[in-house]
């Protein structure tokens, strides 16, 4: 699949007072600012157009931009939101979506919830993770809609991984064929089907990178890794990604792309 642009919300002032398990400590945002640059210059070595959205101090979480909307090449769909504190951003990129969707939009209606982190896409069929953030209902909403569009879905459960924020956070498709996952998700039956790259336990945050066409963006410094995805025949570009990992949030998670 080819990808033409992507959306992107600089971190906020108060983005360390977003959502975090809080192991590694305090974010620093001029850091995450910075890092967020690399990660703009990396799309764009990738050949990507880049929309960079203002950022919003309502939300600390709200450079995680990939949670609000699943963008396909058919519909968008505006995610609802089960974190409290980030309720409302699915609102703030709406103008945008609604800019590049006109009609094509379909919206998660409560008490059914869908975080973007947890949709997956291959090709025409779409995993769904059932997490702390998605639910039975979204997840039951999201199929539909789905197959409306003339897609496939199936669900992937990650509730018993408690370190597992997100489907997303623990495993990513890489294209040709194959995923990267952490040890727990690769032994999924749905998965079966596929090569699978598996990380070990102490780099399983790197599970999270994109494949954007020629290159694979991948976090830096999780060498085996990127090891085991060159090896795997995929080029690479390693970005630093401490300050949102701090945030528990993925590498796919600071954009939209479509
Ligand atoms: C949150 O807990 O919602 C944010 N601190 C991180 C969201 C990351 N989203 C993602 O990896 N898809």
Do not use: W
Not at 68 to 97: C, H, M, N, W, Y
Not at 148 to 153: E, I, L, Q
Not at 208 to 234: H, L, M, S, W
Request: include cysteine; proline fraction near 5%; charged fraction near 25%.
């Amino acid at each position: 699949e080819l990808f033409e642009q992507a959306i992107v919300r600089t971190p906020s002032e108060n983005f360390a007072d977003g959502i975090t398990p809080g192991f590694l400590g305090r974010a620093d945002t001029a850091l995450a600012r910075e890092q967020h640059k690399a990660y703009i210059r990396a799309l764009e070595q990738c050949g990507l157009r880049v929309t960079v959205l203002a950022e919003d101090n309502d939300y600390p979480d709200s450079c995680f931009i990939e949670d609000p909307a699943i963008v396909t090449d058919r519909v968008a769909v505006i995610a609802g939101f089960q974190a409290p504190s980030r309720k409302g951003e699915e609102k703030k990129v709406l103008p945008l979506i609604e800019k590049l969707y006109g009609t094509k939009i379909e919206i998660i209606q409560s008490p059914g919830t869908v975080e973007g982190g947890d949709i997956c896409q291959v090709g025409t069929h779409f995993f769904i993770g059932l997490s702390r953030r998605t639910n039975d209902e979204g997840a039951r909403q999201l199929s539909e809609i789905l197959k409306k569009y003339g897609f496939t879905s199936s669900t992937i459960s990650i509730r018993d991984y408690k370190s597992v924020l997100h489907l997303k956070t623990g495993m990513s498709y890489l294209g040709d064929h194959t995923f990267i996952s952490i040890p727990q998700i690769a032994n999924d039956p749905e998965l079966k089907a596929f090569n699978r790259i598996v990380t070990t336990e102490e780099e399983g945050y790197a599970s999270n990178c994109i494949r954007i066409n020629d290159y694979v963006i991948i976090p830096q410094g999780f060498d085996r890794t990127i090891e085991q995805v060159e090896k795997a025949g995929f080029k690479t570009i390693p970005v630093p990604m401490s300050e949102f990992e701090k945030q528990d949030g993925g590498l796919s998670c600071l954009s939209l792309r479509i």
